[in-house]
């Protein structure tokens, strides 16, 4: 529940932020708020609908444009990133499920046992966490990264 609970911890911040700024002046609006934080209102509303994370590029100027600093920059940039990872994994996890993606991967993959198949994907989990620890990926939002993989003739994953 920590891992939940700190994933959106920056989300109610900038909820609680703009439903302040809401509170001083009522017509004010969503894209008002993005524009003040320094990104695009439609990766805001996004944020806000549960649809994606915020990427460390987007989060360092929030964090710059709230001038946020010490204990809050830190759980806010925190936050963020567990939410990125998590965000990532569920998308991950949703597509497995997928038929098309299956099957288009077993065209192309050598057939992998199930330890195999999770070496795999924890070693592409660390290269991407070292990619955004760092900020490699810019702002995360429209990121792709590609991976191929091609054993030595003879050599398998064990």
Known sequence: MENIQSSNFYKK????EFQQRIRRNPSYSLRSFA????????????VFNHKASLGPYSVQKIVNN????????HKFIHSSATDQKNFQSRKIQKEKKNPLYVSRFQKNIPAFSETQFEKIIALFDKTYDDLFEQDLLGDGENCTIEVSFHPPKGDSIS
């Open 66 to 73: 709230l001038s946020l600093d010490g204990e809050q920059a």
């Open 13 to 16: 911040y900038l909820w609680d």
């Open 35 to 46: 524009r003040a934080l320094g990104i695009d209102p439609s990766a805001l509303s996004r």
